[in-house]
């Protein structure tokens, strides 16, 4: 990490993130390794149990070899619009922990804030709910509609989890251009004209995934600025016109 940053392994989430795919890209290899050997075994096997038990199951003594390791996401910013008390724009319909946008986040979610996060806004909606009251959430009059796009991008594999995980991995992922993220936009509009009315939970998902998938990819591409965990190619700096949040809203 120093090759990449002063703060070496204490830099933030998303610049060790970049720095690990700068670094696969460099070494054409599908991984990096972190290098635990250096402690003594007792205090590796007792103060990381569960990965040093897990990594034991596959095969691999982490006290002597090395643990492979790629980036992943380990949080969603954004989400459900809410206010500090769980409440959407939707009367009687709540959202609370991950799926949630409370607005208690920057750009980058900070360690440990999310578990905790859960557990203040649960309590509160439960509050919230007995008291009865009406929601104060007003829908938010500068939400944009999610613009029309070409839906006759062609792409071999229709909508799967596995083809919609590769999409956003590869152009929604870690490092984002505007081209890759305009293509994802077309692709996922394409997707979600072809996708049949849900019937059963594994069409639901898909189905909500694909949506959820293009409001992130629309999001991006609007956002033309680098802000934490979303870092731009084409605009590799933040800039003071996006100190806001994107809100988008259904099609009357
Ligand atoms: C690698 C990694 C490391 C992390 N490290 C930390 C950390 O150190 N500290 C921290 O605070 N946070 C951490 N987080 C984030 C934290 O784990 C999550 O933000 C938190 O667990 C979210 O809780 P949740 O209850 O909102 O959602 P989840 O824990 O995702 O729970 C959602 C539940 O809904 C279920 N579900 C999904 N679809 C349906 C359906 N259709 N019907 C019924 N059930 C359904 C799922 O099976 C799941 O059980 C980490 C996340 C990752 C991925």
Redesign the pocket.
Known sequence: MLNYTPDGDLAPRDVVARSIVAEMERTESSRVYLDITHMPANIVSARFPQIYSFCLEHGLDITSSMIPVVP?????MGGVKTNYWGETNISGLFA?????CTGVHGAN?L????????LVFSKRIIERTRAATNTTNTANRNAHVLPERNRNEVRNQGPTLISLQSLLWENVGIVRSGKKLSEATNILAAWEKDLKRPTD?PS??IS?MVLVGRLMAEAALMREESRGAHYRIDFTEPSDEWLKHIAFRRRC
């Open positions: 992943a996401a380990h949080y969603m609370s922990g991950e799926v949630a979610r360690a440990s804030n999310s578990l905790l996060e859960v939970r639901y998902e909500n």
